[in-house]
């Protein structure tokens, strides 16, 4: 009886490690393939997050360009006049601003260059260049593709304009970067190996790309352009380039009031690697772990079996294994939590630019505020605000004097992202057009409750104030607008000693 129990103990025992190991297999198969979809994730994610840094980079390298050939257009005067020391004065100073590598040039009709800001400048005729050939034509503002400059053979891109007087074409003018000025955005990207960004026209021309392209490449045929464009102004898609045939996850932005996309990409091998690296430190952990288990489990079996009548003996060498396996059990737990941990990290891309760090600093803030002070549900207001505005001040090293009257309000954590977003931009605008060169300079922040979830935000300041029936709208009055709406409010702006910007915003 004692021989059948112990062989029917061995039997069950045999069962129980085959669907132990089932289970497990199934645990881990389960971890794997869902990492695998969060490896995926990530990389969709920090691409997207790319392309719109890439997008917002874009934006201004259009806006500034644009401003600049206006200013050169304005310093040409009414009488064109070639060698003309104020001109070329202008033509310099329209170039504020722009990175270090942009020149600029102003090209008579005839092909003759008036005026260049370029020091290795020599004489080419540039009328079959399409920046010249196009505004020619009639086109008032053009965006060159990738071009090879003939004066030093770098890659470079250009925006040109229609110069005109009595409506009489008279020639061009020009600025062109070099494409080497978007190495420092990918760098401080942190994509990783392997990994892009762009800037296509749309037409599929090849604008600009770091790592460098060989040349010129016509992507019209190629699938952003086929299938994706036609159906959503931005996306995330997965595909081989078509320049160096590498797999990578690709995201790209349609740049507003541009012919441009704006594209970032990530490598495919770099995502799967990491996730892969991730799963060998789980599975280092894991595999010991089951063998141990299996080695337990079949020593125990193998003593069921090789001494039956060794009841009492068997009994204690079961407890003994009991208390393995209730150990082995309890590390396994241990280890599988450890990995979900580390399945589920990820990384999150730096900022590029200052007011671009600042709008992603106001952002995180709020995350940082919740983590720090255990407040998921609600968000104190005094000293969130204060964090946010000490951390504006700081950055632009202000001497300021910042006035906050702040009622003790609880904000709901859905509506701390947009009024972090919010008070950065308009605190920004007061720092750079109130605060230089007033030594008296005094910003004031109020949040009174007025009603139910309603509150009044008043950010006012003592500086020389602007029109805002003529001021023109930038991103960061789009950034204020956008806010104001996902706060359920309207918002002003009047003169009083200074700006006054007020709202009144839900903040439940």
């Not at 009044?456 to 003529?470: H, R, W």
Request: proline share 3%; net charge negative; charged share 20%.
């Amino acid at each position: 009886m004692v021989t059948k129990a112990i062989a029917g103990s061995a039997r069950a025992a045999g069962i129980f490690l085959a669907a132990t190991l089932l289970i497990y297999s199934a645990i881990v198969g389960s971890l794997v393939y869902q990492g695998a979809k969060d490896a995926g994730a990530r990389a969709e994610a920090s691409a997207t997050a790319a392309s719109l840094a890439v997008k917002i980079n874009t934006e201004w390298i259009v806006e500034v360009a644009a401003q600049a050939l206006r200013r050169m257009d304005a310093a040409l005067g009414r009488d064109v006049r070639p060698n003309d020391l104020s001109t070329l004065t202008g033509v310099r100073d329209a170039l504020e601003g722009l990175p270090a590598s942009a020149k600029a040039y102003i090209v008579a009709a005839d092909g003759q260059t008036l005026y260049t800001t370029d020091p290795k400048f020599a004489d080419r005729d540039i009328r079959d260049r399409e920046y010249f050939s196009a505004p020619a034509a009639g086109k008032l503002f053009f965006t060159s593709s990738l071009l090879i400059s003939r004066l030093d053979n770098n890659q470079i891109f250009a925006f040109s304009r229609r110069l005109e007087r009595d409506g009489a074409f008279i020639g061009v003018a020009i600025i062109s970067f070099d494409v080497t000025v978007l190495k420092d955005l990918l760098e401080s990207l942190d994509l990783g190996p392997a990994s892009t960004i762009s800037i296509i026209r749309s037409d599929g021309m090849l604008v600009a790309r770091y790592p460098l392209a060989d040349g010129a490449l016509d992507l019209s045929n190629y699938v952003l352009f086929t299938d994706l464009l036609p159906n959503a102004e931005s996306g995330v898609y997965y595909a081989e380039s078509p320049l160096d045939h590498v797999q990578r996850v690709v995201s790209y932005q349609t740049v507003p009031d541009t012919e441009l996309i704006a594209l970032a990409s990530v490598a495919s091998s770099e995502t799967i690697g990491r996730f892969w690296r991730d799963v060998g430190l789980f599975l280092s952990i894991v595999i010991p772990t089951v063998l141990a288990l299996a080695v337990c489990a079949i020593w125990v079996i193998r003593l069921l079996q090789r001494d039956g009548r060794r009841h009492d003996e068997l009994e204690a060498a079961l407890a003994t294994n009991t208390m393995l396996f209730r150990e082995i059990h309890h590390r396994v737990k241990n280890n599988m939590q450890s990995m979900q941990s580390l399945v589920r990290m990820q990384n999150l891309p730096e900022a590029v630019k200052t007011d671009i760090q600042m709008r992603f600093a106001a952002m995180s803030n709020v995350h940082q505020h919740m983590y720090n002070y255990d407040a998921y549900a609600a968000i104190d207001a005094p000293v969130f605000i204060a964090s946010i505005t000490d951390e504006l001040f700081q950055a632009y090293g202000s001497t300021a004097k910042l006035i906050l009257d702040i009622d003790p309000l609880s904000l709901n954590h859905d509506r701390a992202t947009p009024l972090a977003m919010l008070i950065n931009e308009v605190v920004t605008n007061a720092l750079k057009y109130a605060g230089p060169d007033n030594p008296d300079a005094t910003i004031s922040i109020s949040l009174k409750h007025v009603a139910d979830d309603v509150a009044k935000l008043v950010i006012s300041d003592n500086g020389p104030g602007f029109d805002v029936e003529n001021s023109k709208a930038g991103m960061g009055t789009k950034i204020i607008k956008g806010m104001v709406m996902q706060l359920g409010g309207s918002h002003t702006y009047t003169s009083d000693n200074g700006t006054v910007f007020s709202t009144e915003i839900h903040i439940a």
